[in-house]
């Protein structure tokens, strides 16, 4: 592999196309997006498992759906009292 000193300007190793990478937004949206995939299937089986038996795939969906878009960590709150509540 060739180092960055030999590297043609638009090679992918170089650290200027590192930089254009990282500032690109379809990057930050899909790192951004994977992340919240990540948080929101912990989530589940969080529930599922505080559950068991008792977890219903559609109100925990409809918990998530039913507040609109919020930030993770205040669905992550939303999920504990539904956890909380559940007979």
Avoid: Y
Avoid at 10 to 37: E, F, G, M
Avoid at 47 to 73: K, M, S, T, V
């Amino acid at each position: 592999m060739p180092t960055s000193a030999t590297c043609s300007p638009t090679c992918s190793s170089t650290p200027a196309r590192w930089a254009d990478t990282a500032a690109d937004p379809t990057h930050l949206h899909a790192a951004l997006a994977t992340a919240l995939a990540l948080g929101l299937v912990e989530l589940r089986e969080h529930a599922r498992q505080a559950l068991g038996n008792d977890f219903d795939i559609r109100a925990f969906h409809d918990l998530l759906l039913g507040n609109g878009a919020l930030p993770l960590a205040v669905v992550e709150g939303a999920v504990d009292e539904w956890i909380k509540s559940r007979p």
